[in-house]
């Protein structure tokens, strides 16, 4: 066995010196060759575990027991100069957030050289030789422009190729990765993963993949760890595990992954009222602000265009899905229809009303038409008010309630969003994040707006989450009959929403249509990408959801 | 790069332009000109209307005051900055002694406090909320909760008059020699440097420990890449950054406690000049130490901005710290 | 929240010497014309005594107690202090969150002001303004509010464009609130507890500032009682009669220790970092 963990408990020290466990008696086992997921949602502990079994702990943490076996020894055991001697030589971590991870002030190459001087003693000419072919192994096209470089003058992809390079330097017979994907675009994913699963066979490296996402996990691992609280709750065969899973949390996890590829709608379409679309967006074109230099009176740059000529219109009581990774302008349009930055060129209409200036200078009736909800949730709650006094505030300005009256307004609100009334004199922090999230949606809602603009509403959540949230989004879209721009970097989560879908990348629309069009037969190339990227690999089980919509039919 | 270099000066310049009209402004516009300050009620109980009319016009008071402003700062940028209205002496000459002494002063300070805050700092840093921090942490605030003047008549009362080892004032000329001068002036220097140290070795550990926590030393820990490397050249460097963006602001106070310091001991610098000349209301002389202090203050920083464009390649591009 | 920060002062030795310090100072300095025995300008004895059961603490080169002056010595530079830094905590507080918010030309003047200000040290500041302006408390209450009035606007915008771009000042500006709302629901009560922490700082400054100031001769006029210029005037003495020095000196370094070891046990209760604040000035 290459690594047998026994038994692992790793505790740390909480703000007010209370000592509580992260990882609680893990026992896990990986042999040569093999590539182990590990997944979980945020704070069951799977990152610790990672670091653990590296037998290495953050500040305030420790590993109160249990054994790490690493080819028989127990390197928890070890005193600290053998276990960074094997630190980066035989087990080696791809951290992730690979920018903060990259040393800001040294170029990349030096970077991978000192662990190769470290654990294989060459000489600096022999290291940036050694580094040069890594960063070569990991399909950079210009190796030696890429060891010069800053890794701030990288693109995210080339960065986490560097991680992953600097990660292999010393051909380690474990790679335990940390998220490696997860602050990358969907098709940059794809192409990192494809990296690892080919440099893993190259070095012939046992993988240990950590990810919130069952779905990288399931393209990249034969066995799966699912973690809650701390303990695995459930282990086995991959493939075994998507197809018919043991515990309850593993099967509502695996439920709540919006299924890109599942067959037939998801839903029952809304009908077209045939009525005048409620929005009408035609030749949109948004160009940045220029930017100076800083040096009076010198020439400035003008900006980049950020959205080009885009059309598009949203029927009453319908849900558009824009899709786009970052940089494709989506958000642009999110911020130029409601109003945060005034528009470019082009016209847009809503209700027939034309929206030509930003949200200040708009009508009141018109601001409180057009609601948006933001990505994320806590930060789109003012910290230092009450629930009820943020609630409260759309009903004073756009209705003229009186104190008691809103407040039983916003009471009715909370529990519309399926929460206690008790929530009213609570905080934003102490709440959940799902909760934060509905309690933005029931500020959104309190307005009794027309169009509801959704910016990437649930890509701060945890797919269990999210998953509620979009239900009770679709539900109050339905009590309400409010029209929807819903825009979103996940395909699976537009596919649960939308009627119809764009797909803008680079400020430009790859491919429109009604969303079971566009996801069965994509006419561009592009789509077709984001498609795969976002492919359900297993997609053994029908989601509960998909059987109820089917049932409706 | 030469962007950001050339934004960093030209930005220097306009403040120092914009501090030499507030120091005009200050001093000569509002309430009264320089000559009515200087004046006391005894001097102008003597002196006849025209005999005033005189020295105004010699002095050029009477012309407009944008006028006397541009002849004061074109004359300041080249380092003239009149004549002192009593004695009717050169300002330039009688500052440039003082000058050396308080420049000598300065460089005497930051070359005993930089070395020691670092060590301090990187030793608080790396044994953070162990005993070594504790004491370092806790002495360093109370280090510079201590005002000079206290601090410095605690070192000649326990260094000159307990234990007489040093002199308790300066008592050379305004030109001595330099050495002479570095060699009486340790109890300042020593005074300066208490202070200083324990601001900036907390500015440093602060820095530090902020670096020390960061994903990338962590990466290079669980590279297995030594720990001296790790500190020595991933955290202290990036640590600086922030360090030197505060460091900036702590100059002004450096040049603040400079005056204090040449109080308590009579050192013949530039602060005690000052002193003497706002009690004599010697406005030429005022106005010309404030404008040097100034330029003292804005060279410090913008050498500590090109040494973040050095450290920190991610500023080399962007405009700036704004 | 505001228990657990309570929690983390009650379990720092230093942090409960510091509070019980300057409640010691504070209380004094509130009480101290019922507490002392003579009048502060009063000529009660002959100049130099030593310390006797009428003059617990001898007599200045005057005559006067000096233990009354001693207890006096600290509240005017407290009240100036407090004067000066309250006015620039309000002004900075009002052209830090303009300049973040409005940006552009009047960020770039506000900000370009401040940066001269920085360029000019304190001391010399004050040096430049007596000449023109005269010596008196009025003055010196604003001069204090102009010497930290920068520190404030600068840690104000810091925190205001951090503030700025999250999701509840931008659904406030949808809805189409007024800038004057915006300020006040949005963003002051989250400055709210940094301006404590600044107040607290720049209030240790301020007091060394004043001091100093008044130890110079450029502060507080004789015959008011006060450590800095009571230092000054025993520093002529110190050869013979140092604790002329020394009292005073004690009173004001206690007074400033204990503020700072306060202030920074509350801001680290309340997860701020007071260090790169702490200046001289």
Same mark, same amino acid.
Not at chain 1, 45 to 56: D, E, I, N, P, V
């Given at each position: 066995?290459?690594?047998?963990?026994?038994?692992?408990?790793?505790?740390?020290?909480?703000?007010?010196?209370?000592?509580?466990?992260?990882?609680?008696?893990?026992?896990?086992?990986?042999?040569?060759?093999?590539?182990?997921?590990?997944?979980?949602?945020?704070?069951?502990?799977?990152?610790?575990?990672?670091?653990?079994? !590296?037998?290495?702990?953050?500040?305030?943490?420790?590993?109160?027991?249990?054994?790490?076996?690493?080819?028989?020894?127990?390197?928890?055991?070890?005193?600290?100069?053998?276990?960074?001697?094997?630190?980066?030589?035989?087990?080696? !971590?791809?951290?992730?957030?690979?920018?903060?991870?990259?040393?800001?002030?040294?170029?990349?190459?030096?970077?991978?050289?000192?662990?190769?001087?470290?654990?294989?003693?060459?000489?600096?000419?022999?290291?940036?030789?050694?580094?040069?072919?890594?960063?070569?192994?990991?399909?950079?096209?210009?190796?030696?422009?890429?060891?010069?470089?800053?890794?701030?003058?990288?693109?995210?992809?080339?960065?986490?190729?560097?991680?992953?390079?600097?990660?292999?330097?010393?051909?380690?017979?474990?790679?335990?990765?940390?998220?490696?994907?997860?602050?990358?675009?969907?098709?940059?994913?794809?192409?990192?993963?494809?990296?690892?699963?080919?440099?893993?066979?190259?070095?012939?490296?046992?993988?240990?993949?950590?990810?919130?996402?069952?779905?990288?996990?399931?393209?990249?691992?034969?066995?799966?760890?699912?973690?809650?609280?701390?303990?695995?709750?459930?282990?086995?065969?991959?493939?075994?595990?998507?197809?018919?899973?043991?515990?309850?949390?593993?099967?509502?996890?695996?439920?709540?992954?919006?299924?890109?590829?599942?067959?037939?709608?998801?839903?029952?379409?809304?009908?077209?009222? $045939?009525?005048?679309?409620?929005?009408?967006?035609?030749?949109?074109?948004?160009?940045?602000? %220029?930017?100076?230099?800083?040096?009076?009176?010198?020439?400035?740059?003008?900006?980049?265009?950020?959205?080009?000529?885009?059309?598009?219109?949203?029927?009453?009581?319908?849900?558009?899905?824009?899709?786009?990774?970052?940089?494709? $302008?989506?958000?642009?349009? %999110?911020?130029?229809?409601?109003?945060?930055?005034?528009?470019?060129?082009?016209?847009?209409?809503?209700?027939?009303?034309?929206?030509?200036?930003?949200?200040?200078?708009?009508?009141?009736?018109?601001?409180?038409?057009?609601?948006?909800?933001?990505?994320?949730?806590?930060?789109?709650?003012?910290?230092?008010?009450?629930?009820?006094?943020?609630?409260?505030?759309?009903?004073?300005?756009?209705?003229?309630?009186?104190?008691?009256?809103?407040?039983?307004?916003?009471?009715?609100?909370?529990?519309? !969003?399926? !929460?206690?009334?008790?929530?009213?004199?609570?905080?934003?922090?102490?709440?959940?994040?799902?909760?934060?999230?509905?309690?933005?949606?029931?500020?959104?809602?309190?307005?009794?707006?027309?169009?509801?603009?959704?910016?990437?509403?649930?890509?701060?959540?945890?797919?269990?989450?999210?998953?509620?949230?979009?239900?009770?989004?679709?539900?109050?879209?339905?009590?309400?009959?409010?029209?929807?721009?819903?825009?979103?970097?996940?395909?699976?989560?537009?596919?649960?929403?939308?009627?119809?879908?764009?797909?803008?990348?680079?400020?430009?629309?790859?491919?429109?249509?009604?969303?079971?069009?566009?996801?069965?037969?994509?006419?561009?190339?592009?789509?077709?990408?984001?498609?795969?990227?976002?492919?359900?690999?297993?997609?053994?089980?029908? %989601?509960?959801?998909?059987?109820?919509?089917?049932?409706?039919? | 790069?030469?962007?950001?270099?050339?934004?960093?000066?030209?930005?220097?310049?306009?403040?120092?332009?914009?501090?030499?009209?507030?120091?005009? +402004?200050?001093?000569?516009? +509002?309430?009264?000109?320089?000559? =009515?300050?200087?004046?006391?009620?005894?001097?102008?109980?003597?002196?006849?209307?025209?005999?005033?009319?005189?020295?105004?016009?010699?002095?050029? +008071?009477?012309?407009?005051?944008?006028?006397?402003?541009?002849?004061?700062?074109?004359?300041?940028?080249?380092?003239?900055?009149?004549?002192?209205?009593?004695?009717?002496?050169?300002?330039?000459?009688?500052?440039?002694?003082?000058?050396?002494?308080?420049?000598?002063?300065?460089?005497?300070?930051?070359?005993?406090?930089?070395?020691?805050?670092?060590?301090? #700092?990187?030793?608080?840093?790396?044994?953070? =909320?162990?005993?070594?921090?504790?004491?370092?942490?806790?002495?360093?605030?109370?280090?510079?909760?201590?005002?000079?003047?206290?601090?410095?008549?605690?070192?000649?009362?326990?260094?000159?008059?307990?234990?007489?080892?040093?002199?308790?004032?300066?008592?050379?000329?305004?030109?001595?020699?330099?050495?002479?001068?570095?060699?009486?002036?340790?109890?300042?220097?020593?005074?300066?440097?208490?202070?200083?140290?324990?601001?900036?070795?907390? +500015?440093?550990?602060?820095?530090?420990?902020?670096?020390?926590?960061? =994903?990338?030393?962590?990466?290079?820990?669980?590279?297995?890449?030594?720990?001296?490397?790790?500190?020595?050249?991933?955290?202290?460097?990036?640590?600086?950054?922030?360090?030197?963006?505060?460091?900036?602001?702590?100059?002004?106070?450096?040049?603040?406690?400079?005056?204090?310091?040449?109080?308590?001991?009579?050192?013949?610098?530039?602060?005690?000049?000052?002193?003497?000349?706002?009690?004599?209301?010697?406005?030429?002389?005022?106005?010309?130490?404030?404008?040097?202090?100034?330029?003292?203050?804005?060279?410090?920083?913008?050498?500590?901005?090109?040494?973040?464009?050095?450290?920190?390649?991610?500023?080399?591009?962007?405009? #700036?710290?704004? | 929240?505001?228990?657990?920060?309570?929690?983390?002062?009650?379990?720092?030795?230093?942090?409960?010497?510091?509070?019980?310090?300057?409640?010691?100072?504070?209380?004094?300095?509130?009480?101290?014309?019922?507490?002392?025995?003579?009048?502060?300008?009063?000529?009660?004895?002959?100049?130099?005594?030593?310390?006797?059961?009428?003059?617990?603490?001898?007599?200045?080169?005057?005559?006067?107690?000096?233990?009354?002056?001693?207890?006096?010595?600290?509240?005017?530079?407290?009240?100036?202090?407090?004067?000066?830094?309250?006015?620039?905590?309000?002004?900075?507080?009002?052209?830090?969150?303009?300049?973040?918010?409005?940006?552009?030309?009047?960020?770039?003047?506000?900000?370009?002001?401040?940066?001269?200000?920085?360029?000019?040290?304190?001391?010399?500041?004050?040096?430049?303004?007596?000449?023109?302006?005269?010596?008196?408390?009025?003055?010196?209450?604003?001069?204090?509010?102009?010497?930290?009035?920068?520190?404030?606007?600068?840690?104000?915008?810091?925190?205001?464009?951090?503030?700025?771009?999250?999701?509840?000042?931008?659904?406030?500006?949808?809805?189409?609130?007024?800038?004057?709302?915006?300020?006040?629901?949005?963003?002051?009560?989250?400055?709210?507890?940094?301006?404590?922490?600044?107040?607290?700082?720049?209030?240790?400054?301020?007091?060394?500032?004043?001091?100093?100031?008044?130890?110079?001769?450029?502060?507080?006029?004789?015959?008011?009682?006060?450590?800095?210029?009571?230092?000054?005037?025993?520093?002529?003495?110190?050869?013979?009669?140092?604790?002329?020095?020394?009292?005073?000196?004690?009173?004001?370094?206690?007074?400033?220790?204990?503020?700072?070891?306060?202030?920074?046990?509350?801001?680290?209760?309340?997860?701020?970092?007071?260090?790169?604040?702490?200046?001289?000035?």
């Amino acid at each position: 066995m290459l690594l047998d963990v026994k038994n692992l408990t790793v505790g740390y020290r909480t703000d007010d010196r209370q000592f509580r466990i992260a990882v609680d008696g893990v026992s896990l086992a990986l042999d040569k060759g093999e590539t182990l997921g590990i997944a979980g949602e945020s704070g069951c502990g799977k990152t610790t575990l990672a670091r653990a079994l !590296m037998a290495y702990t953050r500040p305030g943490s420790k590993i109160v027991g249990g054994n790490v076996f690493l080819d028989g020894t127990d390197i928890l055991a070890l005193p600290d100069r053998q276990k960074h001697a094997i630190r980066g030589s035989r087990i080696a !971590m791809v951290p992730q957030n690979p920018l903060s991870s990259l040393t800001f002030h040294m170029r990349v190459g030096a970077q991978i050289d000192e662990i190769v001087c470290r654990h294989e003693g060459l000489s600096r000419r022999q290291a940036q030789e050694k580094s040069v072919a890594l960063l070569a192994a990991t399909g950079m096209p210009e190796p030696d422009a890429i060891y010069r470089r800053y890794p701030h003058e990288l693109s995210g992809g080339q960065r986490q190729r560097v991680v992953i390079a600097a990660a292999l330097a010393c051909r380690p017979g474990i790679l335990v990765l940390d998220e490696p994907t997860t602050a990358l675009d969907k098709t940059t994913e794809l192409r990192v993963l494809e990296l690892v699963s080919q440099l893993r066979e190259q070095f012939d490296t046992a993988l240990v993949y950590i990810s919130h996402d069952l779905n990288v996990i399931a393209r990249v691992c034969d066995r799966i760890c699912v973690m809650r609280d701390g303990r695995v709750i459930e282990a086995g065969d991959t493939r075994k595990t998507f197809a018919s899973p043991v515990h309850g949390y593993t099967r509502r996890l695996l439920d709540a992954i919006p299924r890109v590829n599942a067959s037939g709608p998801v839903r029952p379409l809304r009908a077209d009222s $045939g009525e005048a679309p409620i929005l009408e967006v035609t030749n949109l074109k948004y160009r940045y602000p %220029a930017t100076g230099l800083g040096i009076p009176f010198s020439p400035k740059k003008p900006g980049t265009l950020a959205v080009q000529d885009l059309s598009f219109s949203i029927n009453r009581g319908r849900t558009l899905g824009l899709v786009g990774e970052s940089g494709s $302008g989506k958000s642009t349009v %999110a911020s130029v229809i409601s109003g945060i930055i005034p528009p470019g060129s082009g016209k847009i209409a809503f209700d027939g009303v034309p929206l030509n200036r930003a949200a200040p200078e708009r009508p009141a009736d018109l601001r409180r038409r057009i609601q948006m909800v933001f990505q994320d949730p806590l930060s789109s709650l003012n910290p230092r008010l009450s629930i009820g006094r943020i609630l409260m505030r759309p009903l004073r300005v756009f209705f003229a309630m009186g104190h008691e009256e809103a407040r039983q307004e916003a009471a009715r609100l909370l529990e519309r !969003m399926d !929460m206690r009334a008790e929530l009213l004199d609570r905080f934003p922090r102490q709440l959940s994040g799902g909760q934060q999230q509905r309690v933005a949606l029931a500020r959104a809602f309190a307005a009794r707006p027309d169009l509801i603009i959704c910016d990437e509403v649930t890509s701060a959540l945890d797919v269990s989450v999210q998953a509620s949230v979009l239900d009770l989004l679709l539900s109050m879209q339905a009590e309400s009959g409010v029209s929807c721009l819903f825009i979103s970097h996940d395909l699976g989560v537009i596919k649960r929403v939308a009627d119809d879908v764009i797909v803008l990348q680079s400020g430009e629309v790859r491919d429109a249509g009604p969303t079971s069009d566009v996801f069965t037969a994509p006419s561009h190339p592009y789509t077709q990408l984001l498609l795969e990227a976002t492919r359900n690999v297993f997609d053994v089980r029908p %989601a509960a959801s998909d059987e109820a919509a089917l049932a409706v039919q | 790069m030469f962007a950001a270099i050339a934004r960093r000066i030209s930005l220097s310049f306009l403040i120092l332009i914009l501090v030499s009209l507030f120091v005009f +402004l200050a001093t000569e516009v +509002l309430p009264g000109d320089a000559l =009515d300050v200087s004046l006391t009620d005894d001097d102008l109980a003597v002196l006849t209307p025209e005999q005033l009319a005189e020295m105004r016009a010699e002095l050029g +008071l009477d012309r407009p005051a944008a006028v006397r402003y541009l002849s004061w700062l074109s004359g300041a940028l080249v380092g003239d900055f009149g004549n002192t209205i009593i004695t009717r002496a050169p300002v330039a000459d009688i500052i440039m002694g003082p000058l050396r002494n308080s420049i000598l002063l300065a460089l005497a300070t930051t070359a005993v406090a930089i070395p020691v805050a670092h060590f301090i #700092g990187i030793l608080a840093a790396y044994w953070r =909320d162990r005993a070594p921090d504790t004491i370092v942490s806790t002495s360093a605030i109370v280090g510079y909760s201590i005002p000079e003047f206290v601090s410095g008549n605690a070192l000649i009362l326990i260094f000159a008059i307990w234990l007489p080892i040093f002199p308790a004032t300066i008592v050379l000329y305004t030109d001595g020699p330099i050495l002479e001068m570095l060699a009486v002036s340790i109890l300042p220097v020593a005074t300066i440097v208490i202070g200083s140290i324990a601001y900036l070795s907390r +500015l440093l550990r602060l820095g530090l420990v902020e670096a020390l926590v960061s =994903d990338y030393v962590e990466r290079a820990r669980l590279a297995g890449v030594s720990e001296w490397r790790v500190v020595f050249t991933h955290a202290v460097p990036a640590s600086l950054v922030p360090t030197l963006n505060a460091a900036a602001l702590y100059v002004a106070g450096l040049l603040s406690g400079i005056v204090v310091v040449e109080k308590v001991f009579a050192y013949p610098g530039l602060g005690l000049e000052l002193i003497n000349a706002v009690l004599k209301r010697e406005v030429p002389v005022v106005q010309a130490t404030v404008f040097l202090g100034a330029v003292g203050v804005l060279l410090m920083n913008l050498l500590a901005d090109l040494s973040i464009i050095a450290l920190d390649p991610r500023v080399r591009r962007s405009a #700036g710290r704004g | 929240m505001l228990k657990k920060s309570g929690k983390r002062i009650l379990r720092s030795p230093v942090t409960m010497i510091g509070i019980a310090v300057l409640t010691a100072h504070m209380a004094i300095a509130a009480l101290a014309p019922w507490l002392t025995p003579y009048g502060s300008s009063e000529l009660a004895g002959m100049p130099f005594e030593p310390p006797s059961r009428e003059f617990w603490l001898g007599t200045d080169i005057l005559g006067r107690d000096y233990l009354t002056r001693l207890l006096m010595g600290g509240r005017i530079t407290i009240s100036v202090a407090l004067c000066g830094v309250f006015i620039a905590i309000v002004a900075g507080a009002f052209f830090g969150l303009a300049a973040a918010w409005h940006g552009g030309m009047i960020d770039e003047v506000i900000m370009r002001l401040v940066d001269t200000k920085v360029a000019i040290p304190s001391i010399l500041l004050v040096g430049v303004l007596i000449p023109g302006f005269g010596q008196s408390v009025p003055v010196l209450i604003l001069v204090i509010a102009l010497v930290y009035v920068s520190g404030v606007i600068r840690t104000v915008r810091a925190l205001a464009l951090t503030i700025a771009p999250q999701g509840f000042v931008t659904a406030a500006v949808l809805r189409g609130e007024s800038n004057l709302s915006i300020m006040c629901r949005e963003f002051l009560p989250n400055v709210l507890d940094l301006l404590c922490v600044e107040f607290a700082i720049r209030m240790s400054s301020a007091i060394l500032l004043v001091s100093s100031l008044s130890f110079l001769g450029l502060g507080i006029s004789p015959p008011t009682p006060d450590w800095g210029l009571m230092v000054s005037e025993g520093v002529g003495y110190i050869h013979t009669d140092p604790w002329l020095v020394i009292y005073p000196s004690i009173a004001l370094s206690t007074l400033v220790v204990a503020l700072n070891l306060t202030t920074e046990g509350v801001a680290n209760a309340l997860g701020l970092d007071a260090a790169r604040g702490m200046t001289k000035g």
